[in-house]
Each structure stands twice: as C-alpha cells, then as structure tokens.
C-alpha cells in the first residue's frame, strides 16, 4: 500500500515562510493530479492548492500570490511554498494524489502541523 509522507511543518511567526514537501513510499501510476488540503480546527477540510500532471495550477483565494505549489512528476513529490505566512493559515495540512487507471484512486498523507504565531 502506497502512502503519502508529508514534512516541512512547524511553528512560524507571521510573515515568516515554510516549505511543505509530500513524498509517495512507492511507484502511484497514472496520477492526474496532487494537491494540498488543510484543517483548522472546528473546520471542514480545505482546498488550498493543486497541480495537474501537465502543470495547470489551482489556488484557494486566500493564499493566492502567496502559495506555490510545485511538483516533481518523476518522483511523485509535491511541494507548498508557502511566504507571508499568516496566523489564519494554522492547520494541519494534507497532501492528496489522485490517479485514474481504469477507476479512481485517491491517496492522503496524515498530515502536517503548520502554526503560526502572531
């Protein structure tokens, strides 16, 4: 069973950055796309980012211009850059790799603890 292994989490003041990085443990074959979620506590899970195979990117309003997201294909890696960081952007954050080989396949990470401070 492949899982997703998310790092880069951690405490930053705000403004400060963080990198979030989410590494497959094996071979996903036939990925359409990989993505970030986040959950902030007493809320629903969130989109905040996406990126297709062929690099098409999609961004919740909130982090748009402050959010990249990135991705290395070969490797079935997704990166979250994330600058100007704000004290709203706390949350567990998720990667998401969704495949489609005849049907669809969804892959979740456990998550990723990202606070900031004000």
């Known amino acids: 069973q492949v899982q997703l292994v998310e790092s880069g989490g951690g405490l930053v003041q705000a403004g400060g950055s963080l990198r979030l990085s989410c590494a497959a443990s094996g071979t996903i074959f036939g990925i359409k796309s990989m993505g970030w979620y986040r959950q902030a506590p007493g809320k629903q899970r969130e989109l905040v980012a996406t990126?297709?195979?062929?690099?098409?990117?999609t961004y919740a309003d909130d982090v748009k211009g402050r959010f990249t997201i990135s991705s290395d294909n070969a490797k079935n890696t997704v990166y979250l850059q994330m600058n100007s960081l704000k004290p709203e952007d706390t949350a567990v954050y998720y990667c998401?790799?969704?495949?489609?080989?005849?049907?669809?396949?969804?892959?979740w990470g456990q998550g990723t603890q990202v606070t900031v401070s004000s």
């Open positions: 998401n790799h969704i495949a489609l080989i005849l049907q669809r396949y969804e892959y």
């Open positions: 990126i297709t195979k062929g690099g098409s990117t």
